[in-house]
């Protein structure tokens, strides 16, 4: 069972026409030892108006950087932040530093995105 990704009404994804589903590309870090991976999402809509909302509208969005589920709820227990070191362009000794946060639907897919082990690994969707 999936969820309009604007107001979370129960939908089945046989009956939603293509022209209520909206397709992204993104990247997704598996755990905190590996590269980011290119995945595609589909994203499920009850009504047009619903969807028009969820492209239009300017509120943040967050999604969890294991499962990709949009997290309606920021908890302060499941966000992590921290700062990663990039070598500038043409440069081989001098470092930018960004500050990174990723926000956690849930304490599983944190201590996914932490686990080391090889079964940390997502099926794709």
Same mark, same amino acid.
């Given at each position: 069972m999936l969820k309009c990704e604007s107001c979370g009404k129960d939908l089945d994804a046989? *009956? $939603?026409?293509?022209?209520?589903?909206? *397709? $992204?590309?993104?990247?997704?870090?598996?755990? $905190?030892?590996?590269?980011h991976q290119s995945i595609r999402i589909i994203y499920y809509f009850c009504s047009p108006k619903c969807m028009n909302y969820f492209l239009t509208t300017e509120m943040p969005r967050?999604?969890?950087?294991?499962c990709d589920k949009l997290i309606q709820e920021l908890k302060e227990d499941l966000i992590y932040r921290t700062r990663i070191d990039r070598r500038l362009p043409g440069e081989t000794s001098h470092f930018k530093h960004i500050h990174v946060t990723y926000y956690f639907c849930s304490p599983e897919c944190r201590e996914k995105f932490f686990s080391p082990e090889e079964d940390a690994i997502f099926p794709d969707d």
């Open positions: 046989d *009956q $939603v026409p293509r022209e209520l589903t909206y *397709q $992204v590309t993104k990247t997704r870090r598996q755990s $905190v030892l590996e590269q967050f999604w969890c950087p294991v």
